[in-house]
């Protein structure tokens, strides 16, 4: 948030180096350290461990300290919105668009993608155990009207679990829908107690799966599933030039840095219980352009 | 109590293996302890220091409307943590009018929705002690001469033990609230596993969340002995009989 205190630092540590200082630079570091980046985010990259471990790596690589907030993809939008946090990782490619539309993020980058998949009770009630359709299997649920309990907290997932309705071409209501409202894990334990199916994310689901009585019934595209169910996280700064106060600086290295082949290697490297949560996808010999503008953007629109 | 904690951990590892990535440590139990009492004693503090004169005042005068004021001083009582969070939150935030502190996600935000929150309790239930001490005690004080503070004093010492109440339960409504510290502090803690605003309730939050209730419920227990312990100690203090 202090960015004139670090751009001093960066200046100060620069001259002290130029004039052949040892000390002077160790000074700059020390004033770098006192340097917060605010990083507000999904609970799902938050509560698999795995922004724990990339956060350890940059702060040891720059020396200043992450602070994460976990909240939700809607939530965490909009604490970016309104200029109170660097830089924003979420999961919801319409929001996000939203969002760099609006003017509110500069410089988005695709980062990582896991997939959803439907997990249920072992009875499946709704016979929908290994279909290679999520529409059919969200028809199928809606039509037997299987206990089915959404997220409704405008996290990425409820977005995708919204998306997925929609192509459906259900109108999700009654009694046996239910909007908890809550974050992922308190989903699926209400979802295992229920018992009834729900949307999630693979990381969660792996990380939870000992706690867990239901499990997966229609797998996601890491394992062959539908497209539909395609996760991906994309990370987005704060626009400098909405909100002066962010520290931009910092929010572009910590892109850099989890963009970078370091980064992507502790994304690809971290497992639970022998599984890879997240498929790093910010590199490429063929890079993705669309991954800097809103999906779908044109020149002709500015 | 600590050190009984970390005997207890490796049983609920067994339970649920997540815990094992989870620094569950000596350290991240110290800190968001430290976080929690940080935070509510000086909430508690500032509340009592603005509570117990404002109870004083009001309780010593009759005014007009003095019922009015106290119906809202008992509906703050009330005030919904979530609501508070988000009054605060729009204070501190960015655009807020208090933006340029830059106090979103801090310990002073929590200290100023713990405040917030604390306030009418203890500024309720003092009035209510002050009130019930009977005008005689006051009238005494006054013949024998006494200046206004000595017989606010006097007031004071009589009713101490309905003060004591007043801040105890001031300090249980800040301690164990979940809503508007999440919102205002943002439940942080470092990469390193040490808690920047991730308090009790908070860490209890966050683990219920992920479905992990037997460390949510271990750390419930801490909390209580916390409260329990502070309660003992005030009580004590107060020369109560415990």
């Given at each position: 948030?202090?960015?004139?205190?670090?751009?001093?630092?960066?200046?100060?540590?620069?001259?002290?180096?130029?004039?052949?200082?040892?000390?002077?630079?160790?000074?700059?570091?020390?004033?770098?350290?006192?340097?917060?980046?605010?990083?507000?985010?999904?609970?799902?990259?938050?509560?698999?461990?795995?922004?724990?471990?990339?956060?350890?790596?940059?702060?040891?690589?720059?020396?200043?300290?992450?602070?994460?907030?976990a909240?939700?993809?809607?939530?965490?939008?909009?604490?970016?919105?309104?200029?109170?946090?660097?830089?924003?990782?979420v999961?919801?490619?319409?929001?996000?668009?939203?969002?760099?539309?609006?003017?509110?993020?500069?410089?988005?980058?695709d980062?990582?993608?896991?997939?959803?998949?439907?997990?249920?009770?072992?009875?499946?009630?709704?016979?929908?155990?290994?279909?290679?359709?999520?529409?059919?299997?969200?028809?199928?649920?809606?039509?037997?009207e299987?206990?089915?309990?959404?997220?409704?907290?405008?996290?990425?997932?409820?977005?995708?679990?919204?998306?997925?309705?929609?192509?459906?071409?259900?109108?999700?209501?009654?009694?046996w829908?239910?909007?908890?409202?809550?974050?992922?894990?308190?989903?699926l334990?209400?979802?295992?107690?229920?018992?009834?199916?729900?949307?999630?994310?693979?990381?969660?689901?792996?990380?939870?799966?000992?706690?867990?009585?239901?499990?997966?019934?229609?797998?996601?595209?890491?394992?062959?599933?539908?497209?539909?169910?395609?996760?991906?996280?994309?990370?987005?700064?704060?626009?400098?030039?909405?909100?002066?106060?962010?520290?931009?600086?910092?929010?572009?290295?910590?892109?850099?840095?989890?963009?970078?082949?370091?980064?992507?290697?502790i994304?690809?490297?971290?497992?639970?219980?022998?599984?890879?949560?997240?498929?790093?996808?910010?590199?490429?010999?063929?890079?993705?352009?669309?991954?800097?503008?809103?999906?779908?953007?044109?020149?002709?629109?500015? | 109590?600590?050190?009984?904690?970390?005997?207890?951990?490796?049983?609920?590892?067994?339970?649920?293996?997540?815990?094992?990535?989870?620094?569950?440590?000596?350290?991240?139990?110290?800190?968001?302890?430290?976080?929690?009492?940080?935070?509510?004693?000086?909430?508690?503090?500032?509340?009592?220091?603005?509570?117990?004169?404002?109870?004083?005042?009001?309780?010593?005068?009759?005014?007009?409307?003095?019922?009015?004021?106290?119906?809202?001083?008992?509906t703050?009582?009330?005030?919904?943590?979530?609501?508070?969070?988000?009054?605060?939150?729009?204070?501190?935030?960015?655009?807020?009018?208090?933006?340029?502190?830059?106090?979103?996600?801090?310990?002073?935000?929590?200290?100023?929705?713990q405040?917030?929150?604390?306030?009418?309790?203890?500024?309720?239930?003092?009035?209510?002690?002050?009130?019930?001490?009977?005008?005689?005690?006051?009238?005494?004080?006054?013949?024998?001469?006494g200046?206004?503070?000595?017989?606010?004093?006097?007031?004071?010492?009589?009713?101490?033990?309905?003060?004591?109440?007043?801040?105890?339960?001031?300090?249980?409504?800040?301690?164990?609230?979940?809503?508007?510290?999440?919102?205002?502090?943002?439940?942080?803690?470092?990469?390193?596993?040490?808690?920047?605003?991730?308090?009790?309730?908070?860490?209890?939050?966050?683990?219920?969340?992920?479905?992990?209730?037997?460390?949510?419920?271990?750390?419930?227990?801490?909390?209580?002995?916390?409260?329990?312990?502070?309660?003992?100690?005030?009580?004590?203090?107060?020369?109560?009989?415990i």
């Amino acid at each position: 948030m202090h960015r004139r205190a670090f751009l001093t630092a960066v200046a100060g540590g620069t001259t002290a180096a130029l004039a052949g200082c040892t000390g002077g630079n160790e000074e700059g570091n020390a004033d770098i350290l006192g340097e917060t980046l605010t990083l507000t985010t999904t609970t799902s990259t938050y509560d698999t461990g795995l922004l724990d471990e990339l956060n350890i790596a940059f702060e040891d690589r720059y020396g200043v300290a992450v602070r994460t907030v976990a909240q939700g993809t809607g939530a965490a939008l909009e604490t970016g919105r309104a200029g109170d946090s660097d830089v924003v990782l979420v999961h919801a490619r319409s929001l996000e668009d939203a969002f760099l539309r609006d003017g509110y993020g500069v410089n988005r980058r695709d980062l990582m993608f896991n997939d959803f998949v439907v997990v249920g009770p072992e009875e499946d009630p709704a016979g929908i155990d290994g279909m290679e359709d999520a529409t059919e299997a969200f028809q199928a649920i809606a039509e037997t009207e299987s206990t089915f309990v959404s997220r409704g907290d405008n996290s990425g997932t409820h977005n995708k679990e919204l998306e997925i309705w929609d192509e459906a071409g259900v109108e999700p209501d009654g009694q046996w829908y239910r909007e908890a409202g809550s974050g992922m894990g308190e989903v699926l334990n209400q979802a295992n107690q229920t018992p009834g199916y729900t949307l999630a994310d693979r990381g969660t689901v792996i990380s939870q799966q000992s706690t867990l009585d239901i499990s997966t019934r229609v797998e996601g595209p890491i394992e062959d599933g539908p497209e539909l169910l395609a996760n991906p996280y994309g990370i987005v700064a704060v626009n400098p030039e909405v909100h002066e106060n962010v520290n931009y600086d910092l929010a572009m290295s910590y892109i850099g840095f989890i963009t970078s082949r370091d980064g992507q290697r502790i994304i690809a490297d971290y497992t639970i219980e022998g599984e890879q949560l997240f498929f790093p996808e910010a590199l490429s010999d063929d890079p993705n352009f669309q991954q800097y503008v809103p999906e779908g953007w044109t020149p002709d629109e500015a | 109590m600590i050190d009984l904690v970390s005997s207890v951990v490796p049983i609920v590892d067994g339970i649920t293996p997540l815990i094992i990535d989870f620094p569950v440590e000596r350290t991240y139990l110290e800190s968001i302890i430290y976080v929690s009492l940080y935070v509510s004693l000086i909430a508690i503090v500032l509340s009592t220091l603005v509570s117990l004169p404002t109870a004083m005042l009001i309780g010593f005068s009759e005014f007009p409307g003095k019922g009015f004021v106290v119906a809202l001083i008992n509906t703050g009582m009330g005030f919904p943590s979530v609501v508070v969070g988000l009054v605060v939150l729009f204070a501190v935030s960015n655009q807020g009018p208090l933006g340029t502190f830059d106090l979103m996600f801090t310990k002073e935000a929590m200290i100023m929705s713990q405040f917030v929150l604390a306030t009418p309790v203890i500024t309720g239930v003092s009035l209510a002690a002050v009130s019930s001490i009977e005008d005689g005690v006051r009238d005494a004080a006054y013949a024998m001469g006494g200046t206004r503070l000595d017989v606010a004093l006097v007031t004071i010492k009589e009713a101490r033990y309905g003060i004591m109440t007043a801040v105890l339960a001031g300090l249980g409504r800040a301690i164990s609230e979940v809503g508007s510290v999440l919102i205002v502090g943002g439940n942080i803690a470092g990469a390193d596993g040490s808690s920047v605003t991730r308090t009790l309730t908070t860490a209890i939050q966050l683990e219920a969340r992920q479905g992990r209730f037997e460390l949510a419920m271990l750390l419930g227990v801490i909390l209580l002995t916390l409260v329990l312990l502070i309660n003992a100690v005030v009580l004590r203090l107060g020369g109560g009989r415990i």
